[in-house]
């Protein structure tokens, strides 16, 4: 799905990635679920480029359904995985948090269920990362930077893209609650510190970008500081 020339989406607003679409070549923003592969080559179709043109795949942080394919990509094509140094061990599969599960409604988590079953909620978890931390911009197009939001888990990340004019959040915000339906930015379930989560977004306010994209829901088209408010007005309820 093209969200803008050099910004494309696979998934859709349960589960989502993103392709930062450059003439050097392709950034990966999270690899989403197991089956997502499938979209991820029929979109590459779509641009006329191939799974050779991924220079890279960026995770915001070490979640299964962020963590998705990166191995696979990582093994068949060689690709590098970045992830924050604190969610390093999270993405090779290490113990998490059991956080509270929170509130919820039937139909909106029969549809991230069923969407989980379609395409696979176990990865394939990762054996070779390369760690990043917070303010190192990697050498992968559209110059990704790092901005570190820890608190959905200790390496939680934001990546930014200044030629891009986006920054991809994972889940430090959603724009659709997976387990309740509520829509427009809000908090992240299973978070680890919500306190925490909360002031990191105090992280996005400086950065200059068109696009606020989210692991979970639709794309938010405005400021990082205005999704950053919405958040919290949310939770002030």
Known sequence: MRLAP????????????YLIVTSEGITLVDAGLPGMY???????GSLGRTLDDIRGVVLTHGDSDHVGFAERLRREH?????????DAERARGGDKPKNPVGPMRLGP???FAAFG???????????????????DTLDLPGRPLIVGMPGHSPGS???????????????????????????????????????????SLDRL??????????????????SPSKAAEAVRAATRG
């Open 6 to 17: 050099s910004i494309h989406r696979i998934g859709n607003d349960i589960v989502a990635s």
């Open 38 to 44: 499938a979209d991820l080559g029929r979109e590459l």
């Open 78 to 86: 060689d690709v590098p995985v970045f992830v924050h140094a604190a």
């Open 109 to 111: 988590l029969l549809r």
């Open 117 to 135: 079953l379609r395409k696979g909620m176990r990865p394939r978890w990762l054996t070779e990362v390369r760690e990043v931390t917070d303010g």
């Open 157 to 199: 990340i934001a990546v930014y893209s200044d030629a891009v004019r986006a920054v991809f959040v994972g889940d430090a915000l959603t724009t659709r609650h997976v387990l309740t339906g509520r829509t427009g930015p809000g908090p992240a379930p299973f978070t680890d510190d919500p306190a925490e989560a909360l002031a």
């Open 205 to 222: 306010a400086g950065l200059d970008a068109d696009w606020v994209l989210p692991g979970h829901g639709a794309a938010f088209h405005g």
